[in-house]
């Protein structure tokens, strides 16, 4: 991408568009577009033409979406669905009116069949029947890459769709009833130690095994891709290496010198026993993560501890 470039970051006050932004302006990049929701309502078709008729970027990196844990996809499962269809679909067809010069759609490893072979290889997209609690987040991701894969054979357009695994990393969400597991627990524990409280809970069995890419290192693979990669096909951004949920606390336990009990909540749903992803091809092209897991919890843990969080 030229240093001038208009780019457009969807999403940019998420985790992940931030972090995309952070890493543009880190390597100068100084045409860097925005809009928050109040001003341009990504699910509204009307907002979303007028915008690219107006702007005309020449780069999109497609990290808008209603994101969120296990409970709040299970929770919200038509609003999961309706809004990143609604965002997918605008963007990418604003894209190709506008003929952009390319767009980077992010989806995320959820999209991947249950029970698929570990690690997870792109090639298994639609091999079989999905995790029943974030069903109705992985289809309308799925219908994010077909968008690309279509709009590239009818059209020629040069969309790329990326994979990412579990983020952590700034700007991450920290609402027990939203978030993801390591904020989660981040807080938990957290709250915890400062208040001296004998036990956390988590959620679950704690034997569910998930990957964890720090959100820099995800930025940073977004530009990679975005400069180097053009095939229809898409491609999976991980660590290559998993842990359970109890020892991911044992780690955060760990990181902030809490010296209290895990209580499990069986009520709680242990979902995707495992979806580590196969990162083979992305190495292959000469990227790899930066970021160890627990030299991150220790970096986002630095964060936490200067938060406040409501009792
Ligand atoms: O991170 P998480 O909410 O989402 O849950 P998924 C991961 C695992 O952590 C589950 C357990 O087995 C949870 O039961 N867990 C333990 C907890 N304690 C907690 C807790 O306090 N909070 C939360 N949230 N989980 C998401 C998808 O699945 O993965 C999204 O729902 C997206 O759509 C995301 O794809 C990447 O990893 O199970």
Not at 284 to 289: E, I, N, R
Request: charged share 25%; net charge neutral; with cysteine.
């Amino acid at each position: 991408m030229e240093k001038n470039a208009k780019i457009f970051v969807a999403g940019h006050r998420g985790m992940v568009g931030s972090a995309i932004v952070r890493r543009l302006e880190q390597l100068g990049y100084r045409n860097i577009i925005t809009r928050s929701s109040s001003e341009v309502d990504l699910r509204n078709q009307h907002q979303v033409f007028s915008f690219f008729e107006q702007e005309k970027p020449d780069y999109v990196f497609l990290a808008a979406a209603k994101v969120g844990g296990i409970y709040a996809n299970n929770k919200y499962r038509a609003e999961f669905l309706y809004d990143n269809l609604l965002i997918e679909a605008n963007v990418i067809h604003a894209s190709y009116l506008n003929n952009i010069k390319k767009l980077l759609f992010l989806g995320s490893s959820c999209i991947y069949p249950r029970m698929a072979p570990q690690p997870l290889k792109e090639s298994y997209l639609l091999t079989g029947p999905l995790e029943y609690t974030n069903e109705p987040y992985a289809i309308a991701k799925i219908a994010g890459i077909k968008l690309c894969e279509s709009y590239r054979d009818q059209y020629g357009c040069n969309y790329i769709s990326v994979m990412p695994t579990n983020l952590y990393g700034p700007n991450d969400n920290y609402d027990l009833a939203k978030s993801h597991v390591l904020p989660a627990l981040l807080r938990k524990i957290h709250t915890a130690k400062v208040n001296n409280i004998p036990a956390v809970e988590v959620w679950g069995s704690g034997t569910p095994l998930r990957e964890f890419l720090h959100v820099d290192d995800l930025a940073e693979a977004c530009l990679f891709l975005m400069e180097n990669y053009h095939e229809a096909e898409l491609v999976n951004i991980g660590t290559g290496t998993d842990i359970s949920t109890k020892n991911l606390a044992m780690l955060i336990m760990k990181v902030a010198n809490y010296k209290g009990e895990i209580k499990f909540d069986s009520t709680k749903p242990d979902g995707t026993p495992r979806k580590l992803m196969d990162v083979s091809k992305l190495m292959a092209l000469g990227w790899k993560p930066k970021i160890s897991l627990e030299e991150g919890v220790r970096m986002v843990y630095k964060d936490v501890e200067q938060m406040q969080f409501a009792e």
